[in-house]
C-alpha cells in the first residue's frame, strides 16, 4: 500500500513538473516575441514562430486573418517597427488554456506603447496563440490579435514605417 501511494506520488509530480515545464516554456515563448520586437532581435522573434503562422489582425485593421510564412510575418515587422523612436510591448497574464502533447491554447493580455517623437500610439487588448511542440520548443502556429481600446495616432504606423524604409 505504502508503495503504491509513493507511485501514484511520483508519477504525479513528474506530471505536474512536465506541465509546469511546459507553461513556463509556453511563456517564454510568447515574451520572445514581444521582448525580442522591441530589442529588433529578429532572429529571437522568429525562434518563437512555426514555419508557417496564421495571424490575424482583424479587430484592428479589418480584412481577413493570413497565413504566411514565419519569415516574412517577421520581415515584415521589422519593416516598420524600428521606424518609431521606441517601442513597449507589455503582453501579461499569460494563460494556458487547453495543452495536449504536442499543442497548446495561451492567452495573453497586451499593452503595446509606440512613440515616435513626442507622439505615441497605444494600444490594448488580448492575444490568443495556437502553439505547437516541436523537438526543440513550443512555438507559435496561430495568433489572434483581438484590440479592445488604442488612443494616440495609428497613423504613425504608417510614418514609422517610411521612416524605417528610408533609413533613419
Excluded: C
Excluded at 479592445?148 to 495616432?153: H, K, M, R
Amino acid at each position: 500500500m505504502k508503495r503504491s501511494f509513493l507511485a501514484a506520488f511520483a508519477i504525479a509530480f513528474l506530471h505536474g513538473g512536465t506541465v509546469m515545464a511546459d507553461q513556463l516554456d509556453i511563456t517564454r515563448t510568447l515574451t520572445d516575441i514581444a521582448a525580442g520586437a522591441d530589442r529588433h532581435d529578429w532572429d529571437r522573434v522568429r525562434s518563437a514562430f512555426s514555419d508557417e503562422v496564421t495571424a490575424d489582425y482583424t479587430s484592428l485593421w479589418g480584412g481577413e486573418p493570413s497565413t504566411v510564412a514565419a519569415d516574412d510575418l517577421v520581415a515584415s515587422w521589422e519593416a516598420f517597427l524600428p521606424g518609431f523612436d521606441s517601442t513597449h510591448h507589455m503582453v501579461t497574464n499569460h494563460t494556458v488554456a487547453s495543452k495536449t502533447e504536442l499543442t497548446a491554447t495561451a492567452e495573453a493580455d497586451f499593452i503595446a506603447t509606440h512613440r515616435l517623437g513626442d507622439d505615441l500610439w497605444v494600444l490594448g487588448g488580448h492575444y490568443t496563440y495556437e502553439l505547437e511542440k516541436t523537438d526543440a520548443r513550443w512555438v507559435v502556429s496561430s495568433l489572434t490579435m483581438t484590440a479592445l481600446w488604442e488612443t494616440g495616432d495609428r497613423g504613425l504606423v504608417t510614418l514609422a514605417s517610411e521612416r524605417s524604409a528610408s533609413g533613419n
